[in-house]
């Protein structure tokens, strides 16, 4: 029959493609369905950073997974993602910010990650001579942690999952879960189309609530806007990404293959909704933060600002799992982390689909989980 | 006719006709989506010359009226703004 596959897949972003492509690997049939393009929601906004500096254990295995993942990319996908291992230094400059980094590097050469660790001032300004290292205690260095060009990862994926055999569906939006018997059979598109498959995987980003809604779901996943920009090209500095927890701080890269700086930082206060809004306010006060740290970036010219969602959760972990309705997934609830974490859980959730196993893989991103504790380094 | 493929469509970017041609192949219908393909309008100028070029071989290839493509997004600032002229605006 046709409009049949063995998995649909809702949403074009990184969490979809590579859940559909490690799928499509395991030789299950895929259907894709994007609402606009592809990349048109999160991922297509994100700032490209790859860090396995998180402060739960699968967390950080997932991360180093995914570094792995990327490293290989190129060959796997047959394209080019411009991986390139810059690192992450996360800067402390005060004595519970040093604290928190020195128990959280504790956590995470425990979980295996063995490349991160402690520098001071004198070597933070060592690895970054361009650093204004005023006031700065040191920081958390990861020199494996690195960066990505997310359009070519999705897009590499997106064709290889059609090379497979599956399909990609852009401007499709799902209006309609179709269930029988307790168990999803398919999805309604807003043409009027139907799709069937026996499981959808809702990889909806942003929109991860509303379409666990059609389903009669509750996805507890909230969006909040961030901003970011983007410079044009210099020459490649060398420069990691830095992370400057302060209050008037922010984090920025360099990317490698084009030399372009592209950074954001976090509202405060948050700015609920899915508002892809701009504000002279972020134009003004990100080029502040970022002079503050290396101020011989001055005549570097900003060329586009925008603005995406960060999907939130109540404790800052993603989802993983399955869901009442049988036959019904969910990836999503990133929090930020969702181009990064991306390639590891999409092999996560691709596999747990596959498996068929009723537990899921990890239990601090089950769905019903209770949302007590907070993961720290947001 | 003479063969154009090689020629650039986006200045900034260096993003050759074939190249437009190639997003399309892969299944690019607008120009949002071959801009995030092959970078054409990502670059200094923000598209000013090459959102024409790229709308025009959509069309031409995909048989699309101008009236029925999508707008690429605009975006701020206008012109490229050195750092420090924005960090000292406020």
Same mark, same amino acid.
């Given at each position: ?9 809702? *949403? ?5 493609? =590579? ?20 990349? /048109? ?6 700032? %490209? ?90 920081? /958390? ?11 070519? $990862? ?11 055999? *599956? ?8 209006? %309609? ?8 059979? *398919? ?18 980003? #942003? ?12 996805? #507890? ?18 420069? #990691? ?24 930082? /976090?509202?405060?206060?948050? $700015?609920? *909704?899915?508002?892809?809004? /701009? ?14 740290? $290396? ?52 092999? =996560? ?30 | 006719?003479?063969?154009? &493929?090689?020629?650039?469509? @986006?200045? @900034?970017?260096?993003? &050759? ?12 219908? &607008? ?6 393909? &092959? ?9 000013? !010359? @090459? ?21 690429? !997004? ?10 420090? !002229? ?5």
């Amino acid at each position: 029959m046709a409009n049949t596959s063995d998995v649909i897949i809702i *949403g074009g972003g990184i969490a979809g493609t =590579a859940t559909g492509y490690y799928l499509a690997k395991h030789r299950l049939s895929v259907a894709l369905f994007e609402q606009g393009h592809l990349c /048109s929601g999160s991922t297509g906004r994100c700032i %490209g950073g790859v860090r396995q500096q998180f402060t739960s254990a699968s967390s950080i295995k997932l991360m180093m997974r995914s570094v792995e993942l990327f490293a290989g990319m190129d060959q796997e996908l047959d394209t080019e993602v411009h991986w390139h291992p810059g690192g992450y230094l996360f800067l402390a400059h005060d004595e519970s910010n040093k604290q928190a980094f020195l128990d959280n590097i504790r956590v995470q050469r425990a979980a295996g990650l063995t490349d991160v660790r402690w520098v001071d001032a004198a070597e933070a300004k060592e690895i970054v001579p361009l650093l204004d290292t005023a006031g700065l205690l040191g920081g /958390s260095y990861c020199p494996t942690d690195g960066q990505a060009y997310p359009f070519a $990862v999705v897009n590499g994926y997106a064709q290889q999952i059609k090379q497979l055999g *599956g399909s990609i569906h852009p401007f499709s939006e799902v209006t %309609g879960i179709l269930s029988q018997g307790g168990r999803a059979t *398919g999805i309604k598109l807003a043409n009027g189309e139907e799709h069937h498959a026996p499981v959808v995987v809702n990889c909806a980003g #942003p929109w991860a609530k509303e379409v666990g809604a059609l389903a009669g779901i509750d996805v #507890p996943v909230e969006p909040e806007r961030h901003e970011a920009l983007i410079t044009e090209g210099v020459e490649y500095l060398g420069i #990691p990404m830095l992370v400057d927890y302060r209050a008037d701080g922010g984090y920025f890269q360099q990317f490698r293959h084009n030399g372009q700086f592209i950074g954001c930082y /976090s509202p405060s206060p948050r $700015v609920p *909704g899915r508002s892809a809004d /701009s504000t002279f306010e972020f134009l003004a006060e990100m080029p502040r933060r970022m002079l503050k740290l $290396v101020p011989a970036l001055a005549q570097v010219k900003v060329i586009r600002q925008w603005a995406g969602s960060y999907e939130m959760t109540p404790d800052g972990n993603p989802v993983l799992d399955r869901a009442e309705l049988g036959g019904f997934y969910v990836l999503g609830g990133m929090c930020g982390h969702g181009f990064m974490l991306g390639p590891a859980m999409g092999e =996560a959730m691709a596999e747990f689909v596959r498996s068929g196993e009723k537990q899921p893989p990890f239990p601090e991103f089950a769905l019903r989980r209770r949302f007590g504790q907070a993961e720290a380094m947001k | 006719m003479p063969d154009t &493929t090689r020629q650039i469509i @986006c200045r @900034c970017e260096d993003v &050759t006709e074939e190249e437009v041609l190639q997003a399309i192949a892969q299944g690019a219908a &607008t120009a949002d989506e071959v801009k995030r393909l &092959t970078r054409a309008g990502m670059g200094h100028c923000q598209g000013r !010359t @090459c959102r024409r070029l790229v709308n025009q071989l959509l069309a031409r290839r995909l048989g699309q009226k101008p009236a029925d493509q999508r707008p690429v !997004t605009q975006r701020s600032p206008l012109q490229p703004v050195s750092l420090k !002229t924005l960090a000292d605006s406020h």
